[in-house]
Protein backbone atom coordinates (compact mmCIF):
# COMPACT_ATOMS: atom_id res chain seq x y z
CA UNK A 1 0.00 0.00 0.00
CA UNK A 2 1.01 3.34 -0.56
CA UNK A 3 2.31 5.31 2.60
CA UNK A 4 0.45 8.82 1.31
CA UNK A 5 -2.83 7.29 1.72
CA UNK A 6 -1.81 5.74 5.00
CA UNK A 7 -1.17 10.01 6.08
CA UNK A 8 -3.46 11.98 4.10
CA UNK A 9 -2.41 15.00 5.24
CA UNK A 10 1.18 14.87 3.66
CA UNK A 11 -0.45 15.55 0.43
CA UNK A 12 -1.34 19.14 1.73
CA UNK A 13 2.05 19.93 3.88
CA UNK A 14 5.39 18.46 1.80
CA UNK A 15 8.13 20.53 4.01
CA UNK A 16 9.45 19.47 7.25
CA UNK A 17 9.99 22.71 9.93
CA UNK A 18 12.06 21.67 13.21
CA UNK A 19 13.17 17.77 11.48
CA UNK A 20 9.82 16.95 11.94
CA UNK A 21 7.67 15.78 8.63
CA UNK A 22 4.33 17.32 8.51
CA UNK A 23 2.23 14.61 9.23
CA UNK A 24 3.72 14.71 12.97
CA UNK A 25 2.64 17.78 14.35
CA UNK A 26 2.08 16.72 17.67
CA UNK A 27 5.73 15.86 18.17
CA UNK A 28 6.65 19.37 16.29
CA UNK A 29 4.75 21.57 19.18
CA UNK A 30 6.48 19.16 21.93
CA UNK A 31 9.79 19.82 21.16
CA UNK A 32 9.15 23.46 20.94
CA UNK A 33 7.17 23.67 23.99
CA UNK A 34 9.04 21.33 25.75
CA UNK A 35 12.61 23.37 25.57
CA UNK A 36 13.54 25.00 28.47
CA UNK A 37 11.58 28.54 29.50
CA UNK A 38 9.13 28.41 26.50
CA UNK A 39 6.13 27.03 28.51
CA UNK A 40 7.07 30.10 31.44
CA UNK A 41 6.89 32.44 28.60
CA UNK A 42 3.81 31.18 26.65
CA UNK A 43 1.96 31.30 30.43
CA UNK A 44 3.24 35.26 30.97
CA UNK A 45 2.16 35.84 27.83
CA UNK A 46 -1.26 34.64 28.17
CA UNK A 47 -4.52 36.66 28.55
CA UNK A 48 -3.52 39.36 25.87
CA UNK A 49 -0.64 40.66 27.92
CA UNK A 50 1.91 42.76 26.00
CA UNK A 51 5.00 42.77 27.51
CA UNK A 52 8.69 44.20 26.12
CA UNK A 53 11.92 42.25 26.53
CA UNK A 54 13.32 43.60 29.64
CA UNK A 55 9.89 43.26 31.42
CA UNK A 56 9.00 39.72 30.24
CA UNK A 57 12.78 38.78 31.35
CA UNK A 58 12.10 40.66 34.81
CA UNK A 59 8.99 38.25 35.25
CA UNK A 60 10.34 35.07 34.41
CA UNK A 61 13.01 35.83 37.17
CA UNK A 62 10.39 36.12 39.79
CA UNK A 63 10.78 33.46 42.07
CA UNK A 64 14.05 31.71 41.10
CA UNK A 65 17.28 32.49 42.91
CA UNK A 66 19.38 30.58 40.75
CA UNK A 67 18.92 29.02 37.02
CA UNK A 68 17.55 32.35 35.82
CA UNK A 69 17.30 32.58 31.90
CA UNK A 70 20.45 33.83 30.25
CA UNK A 71 19.59 36.65 27.52
CA UNK A 72 20.83 34.21 24.74
CA UNK A 73 18.15 31.96 25.98
CA UNK A 74 15.45 34.38 26.03
CA UNK A 75 16.50 35.49 22.40
CA UNK A 76 16.55 32.37 20.74
CA UNK A 77 12.67 31.25 22.59
CA UNK A 78 11.40 34.69 20.98
CA UNK A 79 12.74 34.39 18.08
CA UNK A 80 11.51 30.19 17.78
CA UNK A 81 8.37 30.78 19.08
CA UNK A 82 7.66 34.17 16.59
CA UNK A 83 8.97 31.95 14.03
CA UNK A 84 6.81 29.64 14.55
CA UNK A 85 3.56 32.20 14.67
CA UNK A 86 3.16 31.63 18.31
CA UNK A 87 4.57 34.79 19.39
CA UNK A 88 4.05 38.52 17.70
CA UNK A 89 6.86 40.78 17.43
CA UNK A 90 5.88 44.21 17.33
CA UNK A 91 8.09 46.99 16.97
CA UNK A 92 7.06 50.69 17.62
CA UNK A 93 9.17 52.86 15.44
CA UNK A 94 10.74 55.49 18.81
CA UNK A 95 13.84 56.13 20.08
CA UNK A 96 14.99 54.26 21.35
CA UNK A 97 12.84 51.28 19.46
CA UNK A 98 10.03 49.43 21.58
CA UNK A 99 9.34 45.93 21.06
CA UNK A 100 6.90 44.60 22.24
CA UNK A 101 6.08 40.20 22.84
CA UNK A 102 2.49 39.37 22.48
CA UNK A 103 0.83 35.76 22.16
CA UNK A 104 -0.63 34.78 18.35
CA UNK A 105 -3.97 33.98 18.11
CA UNK A 106 -2.36 30.62 17.54
CA UNK A 107 -0.31 31.10 20.72
CA UNK A 108 -3.51 31.45 22.91
CA UNK A 109 -4.95 28.65 21.25
CA UNK A 110 -1.80 26.78 22.33
CA UNK A 111 -1.65 28.51 25.69
CA UNK A 112 -5.24 27.42 26.78
CA UNK A 113 -4.21 23.62 25.70
CA UNK A 114 -1.38 24.05 27.70
CA UNK A 115 -3.49 25.77 30.86
CA UNK A 116 -4.45 21.97 32.12
CA UNK A 117 -0.86 20.37 31.77
CA UNK A 118 0.39 23.41 33.90
CA UNK A 119 -2.68 22.89 36.31
CA UNK A 120 -1.98 19.32 36.60
CA UNK A 121 1.70 20.11 37.18
CA UNK A 122 1.49 22.30 40.06
CA UNK A 123 -0.97 19.98 41.68
CA UNK A 124 1.74 16.83 41.10
CA UNK A 125 4.45 18.98 42.91
CA UNK A 126 2.01 19.45 45.50
CA UNK A 127 1.10 15.35 46.67
Known amino acids: MNKINE??????????QNGYPCFVPAQRVLNLVGKKWSIQIINVLSKGNKVRYKDLRELLHRGWK?????????SARLSELTEEGILIRDIH???PPKVEYSLSEKGEELSEALQPF????IKACHE
Not at 7 to 16: D, F, L, M, N, R
Not at 66 to 74: F, P
Not at 118 to 121: A, E, G, L, V
Open 7 to 16: YPSIVKCTHE
Open 66 to 74: KNKISDATL
Open 93 to 95: PEI
Open 118 to 121: INWT
